[in-house]
Protein backbone atom coordinates (compact mmCIF):
# COMPACT_ATOMS: atom_id res chain seq x y z
CA UNK A 1 0.00 0.00 0.00
CA UNK A 2 1.06 3.62 0.04
CA UNK A 3 3.16 5.03 2.24
CA UNK A 4 3.65 8.25 3.62
CA UNK A 5 6.95 8.70 6.07
CA UNK A 6 7.90 11.74 8.14
CA UNK A 7 11.07 12.60 9.32
CA UNK A 8 12.00 13.23 12.25
CA UNK A 9 9.91 10.42 14.41
CA UNK A 10 10.94 12.85 17.35
CA UNK A 11 13.04 15.96 18.06
CA UNK A 12 14.22 17.93 21.02
CA UNK A 13 15.06 21.44 20.37
CA UNK A 14 15.72 24.96 22.62
CA UNK A 15 13.07 27.33 22.69
CA UNK A 16 13.69 29.65 20.63
CA UNK A 17 15.36 27.86 17.52
CA UNK A 18 13.48 26.70 14.38
CA UNK A 19 12.37 22.65 13.73
CA UNK A 20 11.78 21.26 10.18
CA UNK A 21 9.73 18.46 9.43
CA UNK A 22 9.60 16.53 6.28
CA UNK A 23 6.75 14.27 4.82
CA UNK A 24 7.68 12.50 2.01
CA UNK A 25 4.87 10.18 -0.05
CA UNK A 26 7.11 7.13 -1.07
CA UNK A 27 5.45 5.63 -3.98
CA UNK A 28 2.63 8.27 -5.62
CA UNK A 29 2.66 11.81 -6.20
CA UNK A 30 0.53 14.45 -3.74
CA UNK A 31 0.28 17.52 -5.29
CA UNK A 32 -1.84 17.91 -2.10
CA UNK A 33 -0.18 17.22 1.93
CA UNK A 34 -2.21 17.65 4.96
CA UNK A 35 -0.50 18.88 8.31
CA UNK A 36 -2.28 18.01 11.31
CA UNK A 37 -1.38 18.81 15.05
CA UNK A 38 -2.29 16.73 17.97
CA UNK A 39 -1.93 17.48 21.87
CA UNK A 40 -1.88 14.69 24.21
CA UNK A 41 -5.27 12.78 24.72
CA UNK A 42 -7.06 15.21 22.11
CA UNK A 43 -7.73 14.88 18.33
CA UNK A 44 -5.70 15.91 15.28
CA UNK A 45 -6.61 19.33 14.23
CA UNK A 46 -5.99 20.75 10.70
CA UNK A 47 -3.60 23.26 10.31
CA UNK A 48 -2.96 23.58 7.05
CA UNK A 49 -3.10 22.29 3.43
CA UNK A 50 -0.04 22.12 1.48
CA UNK A 51 -0.14 22.66 -2.53
CA UNK A 52 2.54 21.65 -4.79
CA UNK A 53 3.93 25.23 -6.22
CA UNK A 54 1.65 27.57 -4.11
CA UNK A 55 0.80 28.80 -1.11
CA UNK A 56 -0.17 26.68 1.62
CA UNK A 57 -3.93 27.43 2.77
CA UNK A 58 -3.83 27.81 6.72
CA UNK A 59 -7.08 27.26 8.71
CA UNK A 60 -8.31 29.50 11.05
CA UNK A 61 -6.27 30.64 13.93
CA UNK A 62 -3.14 28.97 12.82
CA UNK A 63 -0.49 31.00 12.17
CA UNK A 64 0.99 31.17 8.49
CA UNK A 65 4.52 32.73 9.90
CA UNK A 66 5.02 30.60 12.54
CA UNK A 67 4.15 27.55 10.62
CA UNK A 68 5.89 27.39 6.79
CA UNK A 69 4.51 25.22 4.42
CA UNK A 70 6.76 24.38 1.94
CA UNK A 71 5.98 21.82 -0.92
CA UNK A 72 8.55 22.18 -3.21
CA UNK A 73 7.75 18.48 -5.40
CA UNK A 74 5.02 16.25 -5.54
CA UNK A 75 6.45 13.76 -3.10
CA UNK A 76 7.77 16.24 -0.59
CA UNK A 77 6.66 18.91 2.05
CA UNK A 78 8.07 20.19 5.01
CA UNK A 79 6.81 22.42 8.19
CA UNK A 80 9.12 24.09 9.83
CA UNK A 81 8.05 25.45 13.62
CA UNK A 82 9.57 29.04 13.58
CA UNK A 83 11.07 30.25 17.03
CA UNK A 84 9.61 27.29 18.79
CA UNK A 85 7.74 28.12 22.06
CA UNK A 86 7.57 25.09 25.01
CA UNK A 87 3.60 25.48 23.73
CA UNK A 88 4.29 24.28 20.58
CA UNK A 89 5.40 20.81 21.95
CA UNK A 90 2.73 18.63 19.90
CA UNK A 91 2.36 15.65 17.52
CA UNK A 92 2.65 16.94 14.31
CA UNK A 93 1.47 14.50 12.01
CA UNK A 94 1.23 14.68 7.63
CA UNK A 95 -1.04 12.96 5.35
CA UNK A 96 -0.97 12.96 1.39
CA UNK A 97 -3.84 11.63 -0.78
CA UNK A 98 -3.21 8.72 -2.79
CA UNK A 99 -5.07 7.77 -5.46
CA UNK A 100 -7.91 6.37 -3.84
CA UNK A 101 -7.72 7.63 -0.01
CA UNK A 102 -5.61 9.59 2.40
CA UNK A 103 -2.81 7.96 4.00
CA UNK A 104 -0.62 9.28 7.25
CA UNK A 105 2.75 9.96 8.52
CA UNK A 106 3.76 7.85 11.60
CA UNK A 107 4.20 11.73 13.31
CA UNK A 108 6.45 13.91 15.23
CA UNK A 109 6.88 14.06 18.64
CA UNK A 110 7.94 17.54 18.73
CA UNK A 111 9.46 19.10 22.49
CA UNK A 112 10.34 22.39 22.80
CA UNK A 113 12.68 23.04 25.87
CA UNK B 1 -7.86 24.83 13.16
CA UNK B 2 -11.03 22.95 12.41
CA UNK B 3 -11.72 20.36 15.56
CA UNK B 4 -15.10 18.69 16.43
CA UNK B 5 -14.15 18.82 20.05
CA UNK B 6 -11.37 18.54 23.02
CA UNK B 7 -12.74 15.21 24.64
CA UNK B 8 -11.27 11.97 24.88
CA UNK B 9 -14.23 9.72 26.30
CA UNK B 10 -12.76 6.07 27.26
CA UNK B 11 -14.67 2.63 26.76
CA UNK B 12 -13.30 -0.62 28.27
CA UNK B 13 -14.31 -4.34 27.16
CA UNK B 14 -13.91 -7.27 28.13
CA UNK B 15 -11.82 -9.30 25.44
CA UNK B 16 -13.88 -11.50 23.16
CA UNK B 17 -16.24 -8.82 23.78
CA UNK B 18 -18.22 -6.55 21.38
CA UNK B 19 -17.57 -3.07 20.90
CA UNK B 20 -19.75 -0.14 19.72
CA UNK B 21 -17.78 3.21 19.27
CA UNK B 22 -19.78 6.26 19.04
CA UNK B 23 -19.64 9.23 16.92
CA UNK B 24 -21.52 12.56 15.93
CA UNK B 25 -20.37 14.76 13.20
CA UNK B 26 -21.43 18.04 12.69
CA UNK B 27 -21.77 18.83 8.57
CA UNK B 28 -24.89 17.64 7.47
CA UNK B 29 -23.54 18.10 3.67
CA UNK B 30 -20.58 15.62 4.73
CA UNK B 31 -21.26 12.30 2.56
CA UNK B 32 -18.19 9.97 3.05
CA UNK B 33 -16.80 9.19 6.73
CA UNK B 34 -14.04 7.13 7.88
CA UNK B 35 -13.20 5.17 10.87
CA UNK B 36 -9.10 5.67 11.89
CA UNK B 37 -7.44 3.48 14.29
CA UNK B 38 -4.67 4.94 16.39
CA UNK B 39 -1.82 3.27 18.69
CA UNK B 40 0.37 5.62 20.68
CA UNK B 41 2.71 7.21 19.27
CA UNK B 42 1.64 6.35 15.68
CA UNK B 43 -0.31 8.31 12.46
CA UNK B 44 -4.15 7.06 12.27
CA UNK B 45 -4.41 3.59 10.10
CA UNK B 46 -7.83 3.19 7.83
CA UNK B 47 -9.85 0.85 9.28
CA UNK B 48 -13.28 1.14 7.03
CA UNK B 49 -15.20 3.85 5.02
CA UNK B 50 -18.87 4.48 4.31
CA UNK B 51 -20.69 6.87 2.19
CA UNK B 52 -23.76 8.52 3.16
CA UNK B 53 -25.60 7.20 -0.17
CA UNK B 54 -25.26 3.99 2.57
CA UNK B 55 -26.07 3.01 6.53
CA UNK B 56 -24.36 0.01 6.80
CA UNK B 57 -20.98 -1.01 5.96
CA UNK B 58 -18.92 -4.57 6.87
CA UNK B 59 -15.20 -5.49 6.99
CA UNK B 60 -13.36 -7.94 9.03
CA UNK B 61 -14.92 -7.68 12.01
CA UNK B 62 -15.93 -4.16 12.14
CA UNK B 63 -19.19 -2.60 11.03
CA UNK B 64 -19.94 0.94 10.79
CA UNK B 65 -23.11 2.03 10.93
CA UNK B 66 -24.67 5.64 9.43
CA UNK B 67 -27.55 7.40 10.61
CA UNK B 68 -27.57 10.35 8.34
CA UNK B 69 -30.94 11.45 9.89
CA UNK B 70 -29.20 11.75 13.45
CA UNK B 71 -25.93 12.70 11.81
CA UNK B 72 -24.39 9.53 13.84
CA UNK B 73 -21.81 7.16 13.22
CA UNK B 74 -20.92 3.86 15.05
CA UNK B 75 -17.92 1.22 14.35
CA UNK B 76 -18.31 -2.37 16.14
CA UNK B 77 -15.95 -4.71 16.47
CA UNK B 78 -16.67 -7.88 17.12
CA UNK B 79 -14.84 -10.03 19.38
CA UNK B 80 -12.48 -7.32 20.57
CA UNK B 81 -8.84 -8.24 21.13
CA UNK B 82 -5.96 -6.83 23.07
CA UNK B 83 -4.37 -5.84 19.90
CA UNK B 84 -7.32 -3.63 19.54
CA UNK B 85 -6.64 -1.40 22.42
CA UNK B 86 -5.90 1.88 20.82
CA UNK B 87 -7.62 5.15 20.36
CA UNK B 88 -10.66 5.17 17.10
CA UNK B 89 -11.67 8.45 15.43
CA UNK B 90 -14.42 9.38 13.05
CA UNK B 91 -13.89 11.55 10.24
CA UNK B 92 -15.91 13.14 8.08
CA UNK B 93 -14.54 14.11 4.45
CA UNK B 94 -15.44 17.49 3.44
CA UNK B 95 -15.00 18.09 -0.65
CA UNK B 96 -13.65 21.13 -1.79
CA UNK B 97 -12.61 22.52 -5.48
CA UNK B 98 -9.39 21.43 -5.56
CA UNK B 99 -9.07 18.85 -2.91
CA UNK B 100 -10.74 16.95 0.25
CA UNK B 101 -10.30 17.69 4.08
CA UNK B 102 -10.06 15.13 6.54
CA UNK B 103 -11.36 16.72 9.52
CA UNK B 104 -11.37 14.33 12.78
CA UNK B 105 -14.08 13.80 15.56
CA UNK B 106 -12.77 13.61 19.11
CA UNK B 107 -12.04 9.96 19.43
CA UNK B 108 -12.68 7.46 21.78
CA UNK B 109 -10.17 5.60 23.76
CA UNK B 110 -10.92 1.68 23.93
CA UNK B 111 -8.97 -0.20 25.97
CA UNK B 112 -9.29 -4.26 26.10
CA UNK B 113 -9.32 -5.97 29.54
CA UNK B 114 -7.49 -9.35 28.84
Known amino acids: ?113 | GENVGLHLPTLSVQEGDNSIINCAYSNSASDYFIWYKQESGKGPQFIIDIRSNMDKRQGQRVTVLLNKTVKHLSLQIAATQPGDSAVYFCAEIRSGTSYDKVIFGPGTSLSVIP
Open chain 1, 1 to 113: GAVVSQHPSWVICKSGTSVKIECRSLDFQATTMFWYRQFPKQSLMLMATSNEGSKATYEQGVEKDKFLINHASLTLSTLTVTSAHPEDSSFYICSARGPTEAFFGQGTRLTVV
